[in-house]
Each structure stands twice: as C-alpha cells, then as structure tokens.
C-alpha cells in the first residue's frame, strides 16, 4: 500500500473509497460465510482493505494540518483508533448475547454497514483535500514496465539506507507497540493468576485501564509536544521532550513486576499505559516528517508493518512463549514490561543522528521545573 500511494498519489482518493466498499462488504459477506475456510479468506481481504486508511491517514496529517497544532492531530487520529477498538469490543459484546448463529455473523453485518456509512461520507470530500505531496495539478504517474518498477522500487529503498534516524524511531515506535500491546493483552491473566483477582475484577480493571491510560496519555503527550512547538521542522526540541518520556516510562516498571497489590499494580500499569501512548503522536509524526516528501507514503506504509509486526505480532508471541519457557506468567509479563527500556535508547541514537546539541539532561531538569510550576512548588534552582 505505501509503494502504491508513493507511486500514484493522485489515485488516493479513489483507492480509499475503493478499499473502504471493499472493507464493508468483506464484513458483510463474513456474516454470510458458509464455512471457516470462506471466513478465513474473507478476513484476509478485510486486513488487506484496512491496510489503505492505516497507511495514508499519519501522512495526510502530517501534510496537512497546522505546523501548531499537527501532534494533536496525529493523536486525534490514534485516539480514534482506540476509541473505535473498544467500542467495536463492547458492541459486538452486546451483539454476541443474540442467540444462535446470529451471535457473530449479527456482529460482522453491523460492522459492514458502519463501514459502508463511513465509505459513503468519504464519496462526497473534495478530491484536493485528499491529495498527497504531489501538487493537485500533476498528472498521474506514467505506468512502467514491470522491469522499471523494480528497478525504481530498489532505488527507493535504497534512498532509505542513507536516513538512519527514520529506522532509529521506527524501532522505538516498535518497542512502544509491543510494551503497550503486550501489557494490555496478558493483564487479565496476570491479575487472575498472580494477584488472585476475580476474573470480573480483572476485565474491569483492564477496560478501564486500556480506555483511560492510552486516551488520557495521547492527549497529553501530543498537547505537550504542541506547546515546545510541535515536531513539524522542529526534530530537536521533539526528540528531546519524547528522550525525556521515555525515561519516565521506566519508572513505572518496577511497580509493575514486584508489587503483588492489585491496587498498586492497577495504577503502575495505567501511568505506563499513558507514558507509552504520550510518546506514539509526535514519534509517528517525526518518523514521516525526518524524510523528504516523496518517501512518506512508502515510509508509513513500513512504519505500519513495522509496528505491526513488533505490537501485535512479536509482543504476545514472545511473551506467551517466555511464558510457556518460564512455566510463569509473571515472567513473561516482566518481560513485556522490560522492553520499554530499549525506547530512551533508540531515541537517543536518533538524536545523535540528526545532529542535535541539547543535552538530554537540561530537558529532563526543564520537564522537571516546569512540572513543579504546574503544582505550585517553588523552582529547585
């Protein structure tokens, strides 16, 4: 999808309405779908569908939304996605009490018409609101060869090897996914099995912490970013409030993997569910921004597979399987929680590729300053 976009933008449009229908209709037919290995190749489409939205929506607010305001655009967006997730989870909780076969093809139906409304709003946006970094007025790309596309296509990747910071806060974005998908999907477990929660106590700790920590944190962390100046042209500053972040996201880990009281735990978790989710706004804007306009789309579009594959691949694949080594939930829950520590790293590469002069130090004591400020205590200095 991110060479697509990259090499013909002015389909955007097009392909967005397209893929949507397409998105609808495979939840439509899911309902319908006579046998598991129908449903199977319905949901294969489905994912491909999604894959066009997930990819082009970071870089249409990258381009176009205020340079003062972009995080929170780009946090708008995420915290959309969240809110979505767990209203789809509670109403196809609320379809699934139909009895019968209804129960999940009621939920797959549901879904398709809401997608299809979604489609049908899209239908009538204006095509020069939807355009890419080609001007409105460029013609569309001239087909190639297959020969010449491969070979456009390697040159294009090749011109990635030379932005090392863009892999730098890809990896990062990729350790923030799979500590903060890893977490939200073993904590029943953990509850129930290591701190001897009721299964009931431990879903409702769960919804609750998984809606309120990554909602709350998005927000703040993007409206913080905004305030130092946003991450639009300004690398330095950015990167230096998210080195600042991600070493606050440590501070939460020990609570996390050694108190075995459910209150103290519970709280752990939704502060380092916000720290993580404070992070992912201006992180996801600098890795398109830090490259010219013409590798966005491709570059989104790896950014997705990346994060992807680390949040939601990676993270409950190799903490079930420390689980499964370990004979110990809590080990593989540790385990999950530890990987945030690879993020200040990876940031801090990341300055130092871009060439940036501010000692990580001096922010982290003018985070410091300005938080005592924000609760009235007088300045350390």
């Known amino acids: 999808v991110g060479f697509v976009l990259q090499r013909w933008p002015s389909a ?42 997930y990819v082009y929506l970071p870089v249409w607010v990258n381009q176009f939304a205020p340079a003062g305001s972009a995080t929170r655009w780009m946090g708008l967006v995420q915290n959309v996605a969240q809110v979505g997730v767990i209203l789809g989870y509670g109403g196809t909780a609320m379809v699934m009490h139909a009895r019968g076969d209804w ?44 020969e010449a596309s491969a070979h456009a296509t390697v040159r294009l990747l090749c011109r990635f090897r ?36 009721t299964p009931r106590q431990a879903d409702v700790i769960s919804v609750v912490v998984s809606m309120v920590g990554p909602i709350f944190g998005t927000w703040a962390g993007a409206r913080y970013i905004d305030l130092i100046g946003g991450y639009k042209g300004n690398h330095a500053a950015a990167l230096d409030a998210l080195c600042a972040l991600s070493c606050a996201t440590l501070l939460a880990v020990p609570w996390l993997t050694y108190s075995r009281s459910l209150t103290i735990v519970s709280a752990a978790l939704l502060v380092e569910l916000a720290l993580v989710a404070a992070l992912t706004p201006a992180l996801a804007g600098i890795t398109l921004d830090i490259l010219p306009e013409e590798l966005r789309p491709l570059a989104s579009g790896i950014y997705g597979l990346g994060t992807n594959m680390l949040g939601y ?22 385990f999950n929680a530890a990987v945030v ?21 001096v ?19």
């Open 12 to 53: 955007v449009r097009r392909l967005l309405w397209y893929t949507l229908v397409g998105n609808g209709l495979c939840s439509v037919l899911c309902s319908l779908a006579p046998n598991a290995a129908t449903l199977t190749l319905l949901l294969a489409v489905d994912g491909l569908c999604q894959a066009v939205p």
């Open 103 to 146: 129960a999940w093809r009621g939920a797959f139906a549901a879904q398709g018409l809401a997608i299809m409304l979604a489609a049908s709003v899209l239908a009538n946006l204006s095509a020069m609101d939807m355009l890419l970094a080609s001007e409105a007025g460029n013609p569309a790309s001239v087909p190639l060869s297959f």
């Open 162 to 197: 030379r932005h090392r910071a863009y892999w730098y806060t890809l990896a990062a974005a990729g350790a923030l996914e799979f500590v903060g998908n890893g977490l939200n999907y073993w904590t029943s477990l953990y509850l129930v099995k290591e701190l001897f929660a």
């Open 313 to 334: 691949g990676l993270s409950t694949f190799l903490g079930g399987g420390a689980i499964h080594i370990s004979g110990s939930v809590a080990f593989g829950w540790g």
């Open 341 to 361: 520590a690879l993020c200040p790293v990876l940031l801090l590469l990341a300055r130092a590729t871009v060439g940036l002069q501010v000692p990580v130090r």
């Open 363 to 381: 922010l982290i004591r003018d985070f410091v300053e300005r938080a005592r400020a924000a609760v009235g205590l007088p300045p350390t200095r």
